[in-house]
């Protein structure tokens, strides 16, 4: 590809409303243009990097035996009703209407159309395994759309569903695809991880994020630097602590802290480490009819040391905590006598049900709130003082240094950005859409499930935000706009640096590398600012100075200063900087 025959559009300044790096980088080097609110045009520069994103994509879904199939982005809301997430999935799902008033929905993920196809064509165990994917248009009404392509309304991404037998046979599938993906991003050459995670709404018991480790990154990572132990926070699990509780050693006591009314500060007053202080959470779930009308609400009160943050996931999946709700005001009032701020488990106005962390269960003469504004209660301890909680469990967020769930060391906390999700899914979908297959008896069974997903164009932000420095964006090379750039100086007056440039763009065009040639005759200093910006990964200068010399001048964007080579040789130094 020459400059002049392609579209270049570099911008000084990033727009206004651009905030994290790879947002205002991508604005910047013409990657993409903003339409609306979360939604942007995929401008040439920046199809060039989605393209090669979703090749690499392709090459190792085909590998794994995956079979490509596309589905439509508008999609039967008979479907989603079947699975009951046409109601479920919340305003995140765009509805729309025909001119029959007929409901469909803009597609954010397939699973309800790939299940109708399963149990439309496939209809015997022989026909097992199988596993279908699409690269496509997704589309999630974001609240609030922010980051460019990080976390946008539209956007490309790859999903594969895979169909089995049984739980061993699905479970097998699962495997193919994370070591798929594990090659896909190997691939990339970014750094990553794959961590254990939760699975969400979406469902399932098995599942794993792939995660682009960046200093900007959105989530919490948590690994273990003396194991293969990764997590997201959601799912890393905090371990009970070792040995008996303490024994008391303090009587209990009404203390005054006047304007006290959080952890830290009542520490500070008392002079005790914040370790020492619980703090109280006040939950509420709710029974309904079937009008959906609240007919018994139950209050809970979770328990937790003052040092430490409530893991809603892990809170979630406590029995009767389903779906649980922060308490009201008035809720609260009612049952603690006393606005928050100040509450504890001791002095209750009604019965709650109370839970408490792990670490909690097994503290001694601890403070927590009086249920009286400007109070604290110490030396407070179980069975002594109050009757042991109704539940103990993991409710908390790891932080650095909690041991490892593996036993082999301590954990460590770093930021990523998710890019990939594996899930077994089970029959979750299958039986909610009656698909199934007939098996060795002739008797129907439902589908085995794992889906698994990419996102295309959130990818390429991730690498950004891994990837740049204050000149801008340095692309690994799989996925670089352009490998190679040549900038011939002067091109439009020499005729010498005119054909070695030419020869030289030939050459590498013959051994196949992605290279441009800038021929639009723009001044060293503009044209290198271009190229910096948009983070092509090689450059080679071709000047009248340096030919005379019989070199041209190459450097990477990450090299400090350029390095001469002569001209004979360039193409072989380039094509070996590549093979790095």
Same mark, same amino acid.
């Given at each position: 590809?020459?400059?002049?025959?392609?579209?270049?559009?570099?911008?000084?300044?990033?727009?206004?409303?651009?905030?994290?790096?790879?947002?205002?980088?991508?604005?910047?080097?013409?990657?993409?243009?903003?339409?609306?609110?979360?939604?942007?045009?995929?401008?040439?520069?920046?199809?060039?990097?989605?393209?090669?994103?979703?090749?690499?994509?392709?090459?190792?879904?085909?590998?794994?035996?995956?079979?490509?199939?596309?589905?439509?982005?508008?999609?039967?809301?008979?479907?989603?009703?079947?699975?009951?997430?046409?109601?479920?999935?919340?305003?995140?799902?765009?509805?729309?209407?025909?001119?029959?008033?007929?409901?469909?929905?803009?597609?954010?993920?397939?699973?309800?159309?790939?299940?109708?196809?399963?149990?439309?064509?496939?209809?015997?165990?022989?026909?097992?395994?199988?596993?279908?994917?699409?690269?496509?248009?997704?589309?999630?009404?974001?609240?609030?759309?922010?980051?460019?392509?990080?976390?946008?309304?539209?956007?490309?991404?790859?999903?594969?569903?895979?169909?089995?037998?049984?739980?061993?046979?699905?479970?097998?599938?699962?495997?193919?695809?994370?070591?798929?993906?594990?090659?896909?991003?190997?691939?990339?050459?970014?750094?990553?991880?794959?961590?254990?995670?939760?699975?969400?709404?979406?469902?399932?018991?098995?599942?794993?994020?792939?995660?682009?480790?960046?200093?900007?990154?959105?989530?919490?990572?948590?690994?273990?630097?003396?194991?293969?132990?990764?997590?997201?926070?959601?799912?890393?699990?905090?371990?009970?602590?070792?040995?008996?509780?303490?024994?008391?050693?303090?009587?209990?006591?009404?203390?005054?802290?006047?304007?006290?009314?959080?952890?830290?500060?009542?520490?500070?007053?008392?002079?005790?480490?914040?370790?020492?202080?619980?703090?109280?959470?006040?939950?509420?779930?709710?029974?309904?009819?079937?009008?959906?009308?609240?007919?018994?609400?139950?209050?809970?009160?979770?328990?937790?040391?003052?040092?430490?943050?409530?893991?809603?996931?892990?809170?979630?999946?406590?029995?009767?905590?389903?779906?649980?709700?922060?308490?009201?005001?008035?809720?609260?009032?009612?049952?603690?006598?006393?606005?928050?701020?100040?509450?504890?488990?001791?002095?209750?106005?009604?019965?709650?049900?109370?839970?408490?962390?792990?670490?909690?269960?097994?503290?001694?003469?601890?403070?927590?709130?009086?249920?009286?504004?400007?109070?604290?209660?110490?030396?407070?301890?179980?069975?002594?003082?109050?009757?042991?909680?109704?539940?103990?469990?993991?409710?908390?967020?790891?932080?650095?240094?909690?041991?490892?769930?593996? %036993?082999?060391? @301590? /954990?460590?906390?770093? #930021? &990523?950005?998710?890019? =990939?999700?594996? $899930?077994?899914?089970?029959?979750?979908?299958?039986?909610?859409?009656?698909?199934?297959?007939?098996?060795?008896?002739?008797?129907?069974?439902?589908?085995?499930?794992?889906?698994?997903?990419?996102?295309?164009?959130?990818?390429?932000?991730?690498?950004?935000?891994?990837?740049?420095?204050?000149?801008?964006?340095?692309?690994?090379?799989?996925?670089?706009?352009?490998?190679?750039?040549?900038?011939?100086?002067?091109?439009?007056?020499?005729?010498?640096?005119?054909?070695?440039?030419?020869?030289?763009?030939?050459?590498?065009?013959?051994? %196949?590398?992605? @290279? /441009?040639?800038?021929? #639009? &005759?723009?001044?060293? =200093?503009?044209? $290198?600012?271009?190229?910096?910006?948009?983070?092509?990964?090689?450059?080679?200068?071709?000047?009248?100075?340096?030919?005379?010399?019989?070199?041209?001048?190459?450097?990477?964007?990450?090299?400090?200063?350029?390095?001469?080579?002569?001209?004979?040789?360039?193409?072989?130094?380039?094509?070996?900087?590549?093979?790095?």
């Amino acid at each position: 590809m020459k400059a002049s025959q392609f579209f270049i559009s570099t911008l000084k300044e990033a727009p206004a409303d651009a905030e994290v790096v790879s947002h205002k980088l991508m604005m910047r080097a013409g990657l993409i243009k903003k339409l609306g609110a979360g939604i942007y045009n995929y401008m040439p520069m920046g199809l060039r990097v989605i393209r090669k994103v979703e090749a690499i994509v392709r090459e190792e879904m085909n590998r794994a035996g995956a079979v490509e199939c596309t589905m439509p982005v508008i999609q039967p809301a008979e479907l989603w009703q079947e699975t009951g997430r046409f109601e479920k999935m919340g305003p995140e799902l765009l509805r729309i209407s025909d001119r029959h008033g007929r409901d469909f929905v803009v597609q954010p993920t397939s699973e309800e159309v790939v299940t109708d196809i399963a149990r439309q064509e496939l209809r015997s165990y022989k026909q097992l395994p199988k596993n279908f994917y699409q690269i496509q248009t997704k589309f999630r009404d974001e609240r609030r759309p922010r980051f460019g392509l990080m976390r946008g309304r539209e956007f490309i991404m790859k999903d594969a569903y895979s169909f089995d037998r049984d739980q061993a046979a699905a479970k097998a599938s699962y495997q193919v695809m994370a070591q798929a993906y594990r090659r896909i991003f190997d691939r990339f050459g970014l750094t990553y991880r794959a961590v254990a995670a939760d699975s969400g709404a979406i469902g399932g018991d098995l599942s794993e994020e792939f995660q682009v480790i960046a200093a900007t990154g959105e989530d919490a990572i948590v690994y273990c630097p003396g194991s293969d132990y990764a997590a997201n926070m959601e799912k890393a699990e905090a371990l009970a602590p070792q040995g008996p509780r303490p024994f008391p050693s303090q009587a209990m006591a009404k203390t005054a802290t006047p304007g006290k009314s959080t952890c830290a500060d009542v520490a500070e007053l008392l002079g005790l480490p914040l370790s020492r202080t619980v703090k109280s959470l006040v939950l509420a779930t709710d029974t309904t009819n079937e009008h959906g009308e609240i007919v018994k609400t139950q209050v809970w009160l979770l328990l937790l040391r003052g040092d430490h943050d409530m893991n809603e996931i892990k809170v979630n999946k406590v029995a009767g905590l389903e779906n649980f709700r922060f308490a009201t005001v008035a809720e609260i009032e009612d049952y603690f006598g006393c606005k928050p701020g100040y509450l504890g488990p001791i002095g209750l106005q009604k019965p709650v049900k109370i839970v408490v962390d792990r670490e909690v269960a097994v503290m001694a003469d601890w403070v927590c709130g009086a249920n009286e504004a400007d109070f604290h209660i110490t030396g407070v301890n179980w069975g002594r003082d109050l009757p042991e909680p109704d539940a103990v469990a993991d409710l908390r967020n790891v932080v650095a240094g909690d041991p490892s769930p593996d %036993g082999k060391g @301590v /954990l460590a906390i770093e #930021r &990523g950005i998710e890019v =990939g999700h594996v $899930f077994y899914l089970g029959t979750k979908y299958s039986r909610a859409m009656n698909a199934t297959f007939l098996d060795e008896n002739g008797k129907p069974q439902p589908f085995e499930m794992g889906c698994y997903g990419i996102g295309i164009t959130r990818l390429p932000a991730a690498a950004i935000e891994q990837n740049h420095d204050e000149r801008g964006i340095i692309w690994p090379d799989a996925i670089a706009p352009f490998t190679v750039v040549i900038c011939p100086i002067g091109m439009d007056r020499s005729e010498e640096v005119k054909q070695a440039a030419e020869k030289l763009y030939a050459e590498m065009l013959a051994q %196949g590398v992605d @290279v /441009l040639l800038d021929d #639009r &005759g723009e001044r060293p =200093g503009a044209m $290198f600012a271009d190229w910096e910006l948009i983070g092509v990964p090689h450059r080679v200068t071709i000047g009248d100075k340096s030919l005379k010399e019989g070199v041209v001048e190459y450097q990477h964007r990450r090299d400090a200063a350029a390095t001469k080579v002569a001209v004979s040789d360039v193409a072989a130094h380039v094509k070996g900087r590549m093979a790095v």
